[in-house]
């Protein structure tokens, strides 16, 4: 793991115990941490930014965390808090969803049944109806960013994540 990202068993801002890797991309790592005052699991999102600060992508981690903040549907991963570690890298911490990604079920099913594909579509549907209706458009809709998990009555929901590239519409008063 990179040096910046903090491992197993580090504190993140004194009070998030790292736990894992859940996934990694080309520009971030998301960590399972639990919340050390609340005895909460939840997921950290960081930034590898192994050349030193890129403002571009530190905003675009604060644009992501600022418009998933907006949104309080079930079909959206919710946002906790955002911060930086003392290097300055910056993080969200959001909810941790059990589950795997739609890719993943895919990949491990091979077919999906239409009426399931349907029901998935649906509810990413209402995800991003909600984002729309925040002037949130979020321009990266793929398998991989949504999150399949159960409701506690053991029916499927899909969670949308990952408003890394999501712009505004939103209008600045004149």
């Known amino acids: ?3 910046q990202i903090p491992g197993p068993g580090e504190l993140i801002a004194g009070k998030l115990r790292v736990e ?17 005052d609340l005895g909460e699991r939840v997921a950290v999102k960081m930034l590898r930014l192994p050349t030193g600060m890129d403002k571009r992508a ?3 981690l604060r644009r992501e965390a600022r418009a998933a903040a907006k949104l309080r549907g079930e079909h959206v991963v919710r ?17 941790y969803v059990a589950g795997r990604t739609v890719a993943q079920a895919r990949e491990a099913s091979g077919r999906i049944p239409i009426a399931t594909a349907v029901d998935w ?18 321009r990266d809709i793929k398998p991989s960013n949504l999150l399949l998990t159960m409701r506690p009555d053991g029916s ?4 949308l994540l990952d408003f890394g590239i999501a712009k505004s519409l939103a209008i600045a008063p004149t």
């Open 1 to 3: 793991m990179d040096a």
């Open 20 to 36: 894992k890797v859940l996934g990694a991309g080309g520009m971030g790592v998301v960590l399972a941490a639990r919340h050390q």
């Open 58 to 60: 530190v905003e675009r």
């Open 79 to 95: 946002v906790m808090d955002v911060g930086a570690l003392e290097n300055g890298a910056p993080y969200i911490v959001m909810e």
């Open 121 to 138: 579509v649906l509810q990413a549907c209402e995800a991003l109806a909600e984002a729309h209706g925040q002037n949130i458009v979020h």
């Open 156 to 159: 499927p929901l899909i969670k």
